[in-house]
């Protein structure tokens, strides 16, 4: 896969016009989001811009080692730019708190990979095949001839890495392995990456995957699985949500498992739900009727109240999926 030439025509010309640029991205930050935003941020600097990255959170804790993180804000240092750019993002309102800085600017660019995509933007980078935006912000880089250093290649490297479940997913494409092959001889650190992201749980969160395994729930012939983790079990864990990360794949990972979901209370009354599934079967269109989104085969969405009222709306929600596909 190649960038169409007009769109990195015009992916210059929007960089050439601008000379302070603030960049964005989607509350609860994964790699590809923080990968894509620092890296495409490293590359701005390069070329002489003043860049800014605000996000609504500020990095978890396995995403600590990208180069730069430390300057994620809140907030921008001023009002104006001459040019926004939002990441990995499907939506303004995934913005969080950041978003009315992204209303204001005069020009705007979105880059992403999310279907469906409602975003707005002057410029629209969008590719849906894509596994991931870093692939396609490196794939602009290289269509470019544009010199990318380690800590850039990093972070991109980060985010397709993250979005392909460590090329893994059905989403891992030759261009994603390409890709990734020449991020890694332009200096990318892959056994960092492997190490803080892969081999980096907390006593807190293995203690709190085996409660979830231990009382996981099964249906329709174990074909759907699912698990609730209520604000007593974080307790008990010591553990947070960011804790919970990759257990809904643990659910998956079962060989009858096709659709999977963890919900979880980490603060009393507010309930996260992530949903996972295997090939065919469509968790993006189940996290929408309730307000989420995501992929075909990764999505989330969120509740509030009691945990026991979500995860019958859940797997009533599963059970549809499962049966009309
Ligand atoms: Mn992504």
Redesign the pocket.
Known sequence: MTIDATLVQAFQQEIARAKTILIGTHLNP?G??LG?ALGLALYLESQGKAVEVICHHTAPRNLKFLPTVDRVSLTPSREDFDLGIIV?LDSFERLGSTAPYFEKQDRLMVI???VPHEAPGDLRIIDTGSA???LIITLLLQEMGAEISPEMATCFYT?IST?TGSFRFRNTTSDALKASALLLECGANLEQVSEEIFQNRQLSSARLLGHALETMKLDMDDRLAWSCLSNRDFEWAHATDEDTEGFVNELLSIETVQIAALLREAKPGKIRCSLRSRRGFDVAAVAREFGGGGHMNAAGCNFEGDLADAEHQVVEGMRRCLASS
């Open positions: 994964d590809d989001a894509s990995d992403d990979h999310h991931a935006t870093a985010g979005d």
